[in-house]
């Protein structure tokens, strides 16, 4: 089981006259990436669409390795369990998580 893996969610809600929708939903899976720099361990959340195809990013290859299998999990889970919750796709969402 991983806990270096997370998600973030996003919710568009409006209102159309006397109703408030939801006009959009979806979900971003997230990496917490943690190097050590200069001594100290660093964190940093990662969009994990954006790395998956990114390996040389990395400076340890089983870091890379565990996100990618955290991805496949994930994504083997929720498009299993949710019901019109997407994955938002990158880079069109680019976080833009407004609040």
Do not use: C
């Amino acid at each position: 089981q991983r806990t270096d893996g997370g998600t973030m969610i996003r919710i568009d809600v409006e209102k159309r006259g006397e109703k408030t929708v939801i006009s959009d939903a979806g979900y971003v899976l997230t990496w917490v990436h943690t190097p050590i720099e200069k001594y100290r361990k660093k964190f940093y959340i990662l969009p994990s669409a954006l790395y998956e195809n990114k390996a040389d990013f990395f400076s340890d290859p089983a870091d890379y390795s565990k996100m990618k299998i955290f991805i496949s999990d994930s994504r083997k889970l929720l498009n299993r369990q949710n019901i019109n919750i997407p994955e938002f796709p990158l880079p069109a969402a680019q976080l833009n998580f407004n609040y």
